[in-house]
């Protein structure tokens, strides 16, 4: 008799298990859903291509830097459009010391 005591109490722990599991799988789906997007990289070119002057090089890394880091292109779009060339150019000079660095 105390197998089958022991098989009851296995049988329902593992209903509770899977029923926690189901239970956080529809909290990790949930998350998802809610979590803000990051910009997309056509975004982000968009948003370069506007910037009067800049190379193709210089395009390319810019272009680099705001998709490894969607925090970078949120300030940029915060900022105004006269200053956006500015901050472009002293976003490369800091990745540049940066790599320097390493």
């Known amino acids: 008799m105390k197998k089958s005591a022991s098989l009851k109490r296995q049988r329902s722990g593992d209903s509770f298990t899977s029923m926690m599991a189901d239970k956080l799988d529809k909290f990790t789906e949930a998350l998802k859903e809610d979590a803000p997007k990051g910009p997309t990289s056509k975004e982000i070119l968009n948003t370069l291509n506007e910037v009067d002057g800049s190379d ?8 680099d ?3 490894g880091n969607p925090r970078k292109y949120e300030s940029l779009l915060a900022l105004m459009v006269i200053m956006r060339k500015r901050w472009l150019l002293k976003q490369l000079k800091n990745e540049e010391i940066s790599c320097l660095e390493l």
């Open 56 to 63: 193709e090089d210089t395009l390319l890394d810019l272009f």
């Open 65 to 67: 830097i705001f998709t």
